[in-house]
């Protein structure tokens, strides 16, 4: 198993920028894909970014291209979540996750409890 703690999470204007980070502990840090998910008020909980198990690959979701970036450093077992020109529809609770597999679906096996983003407009 993995245990997924975020940070970085904050109050930000619009237009600023926020490095969320994921430490994960456990063996095998490099096994496991990891992503992004956000919930905003109201709303249902909803896939960010992704990255593979070495970094050489990432996705996004449309919407998001261009102002956030997922990096992972397997060294020290931590995935980022670097967050620019922040809007205020940005706003949400900002959950990292890990998976064993690629999974078409989305999904994973694994979640940390979230940090909190707010932007002010």
């Known amino acids: 198993q993995v245990q997924l703690v975020e940070s970085g999470g904050g109050l930000v204007q619009a237009g600023g920028s926020l490095r969320l980070s994921c430490a994960a502990s456990?063996?095998?840090?490099?096994?496991?894909?990891m992503g992004w998910f956000r919930q905003a008020p109201g709303k249902e909980r909803e896939f960010v970014a992704r990255i593979n198990w070495s970094g050489g690959r990432t996705y996004y979701t449309d919407s998001l291209k261009g102002r956030f970036t997922i990096s992972r450093d397997n060294a020290k077992n931590t995935v980022y979540l670097q967050m620019n020109s922040l809007k205020a529809e940005d706003t949400a609770v900002y959950y990292c996750?890990?998976?064993?597999?690629?999974?078409?679906?989305?999904?994973?096996?694994?979640w940390g409890k979230g940090t909190l983003v707010t932007v002010s407009s």
């Open positions: 996750a890990a998976d064993k597999r690629l999974r078409a679906d989305y999904g994973m096996d694994y």
């Open positions: 456990g063996r095998d840090f490099n096994t496991y894909v």
